[in-house]
């Protein structure tokens, strides 16, 4: 069994973050390990309060698994602050951890913030130019790249821009949060673009789509699949997740991490 590595926050009502990442390698039958960064107290209404881990205790966590389960691919999430953010830059080169997948997670589904201001350059200087993939929505790729995302053209301009410009080995700007209809589109860029459609899905259970989409990605990489097979069949699963939500909590709920993709 193939080992993966989520850097990531707690979700105590289990829909993202470490519990989704978890959920999600599991499903693809991958050996799930994990350095919390943050823990959170959150439902499917919000997050009420947040704690960081210490820089030190993150980087602590890091060390111990590659030391023993070293990780075929791996993924972060929120990374609270720039010190947790430096810390896992230099834990990163330090053990040469490979197929690097960086979820820039800034805000949560619920709109609380889970990402301080000051890090954001590093993840801008440190993160971005080490990841194998970068999959930010379009408010974190409008954030990392400072430019405006309203339509597909301009999602490619900024997933071309966190390659060539920012460094990244290749980009998946997400396009959930786009008013197009009844469609939903994802840009992926490694040198070419190349574009996913899928059918919009009228839900409020959305709860860690992201978490579950870059951890998807990962448990893949992590068993051999090639980057462009292994975003299309994430993103089939994540639909499926969706479609298949059991309809928890009285907000934005969680998907279904046993889903099959198509």
């Known amino acids: 069994m193939r080992i993966a590595l989520t850097i990531a926050g707690s979700d105590s009502g289990g829909g993202a973050g470490i519990q989704a990442d978890l959920k999600t390698f599991q499903r693809f039958r991958v050996f799930g390990t994990s350095a919390i960064t943050a823990i959170t107290a959150q439902n499917t209404r919000g997050v009420s309060s947040w704690d960081a881990v210490s820089p030190a205790m ?66 801008r200087r440190e993160l971005v ?10 408010h974190e790729a409008a954030i990392l790249t400072g430019k405006e995302i309203d339509d597909e053209d301009s999602m490619s301009e900024a997933a071309e821009a966190l ?39 009228e839900t409020t259970n959305t709860h ?23 975003v299309r069949r994430a993103i089939d699963y994540v639909h499926s997740a969706i479609a298949t939500a059991p309809g928890l909590g009285s907000g934005h709920g969680p998907l279904n991490h046993l889903a099959e993709d198509n």
């Open 129 to 138: 130019p080490r990841a194998a993939l970068v999959t930010p929505n379009i």
């Open 208 to 230: 860690g789509t992201g978490c579950t989409l870059s951890a998807a990605i990962t448990a893949q990489l992590a068993n051999g699949e090639s980057l462009h097979a292994a």
């Open 163 to 201: 390659v060539n410009d920012m460094g990244a080995q290749a980009a998946l700007i997400k396009g959930g949060h786009l008013a197009s209809g009844n469609r939903v589109v994802d840009v992926l860029y490694d040198g070419d673009v190349r574009t996913f459609r899928g059918q919009r899905i």
């Open 58 to 123: 993150v980087r602590a966590q890091i060390d111990a698994v590659a030391q023993d389960l070293f990780p075929g691919a791996f993924k972060s999430g929120m990374l609270a602050n720039a010190g947790i953010a430096s810390a896992v830059a230099a834990a990163i080169r330090d053990h040469s951890l490979q197929n690097y997948v960086l979820d820039p997670v800034m805000v949560a589904t619920s709109g609380d913030v889970l990402l301080e201001p000051d890090a954001i350059d590093i993840i």
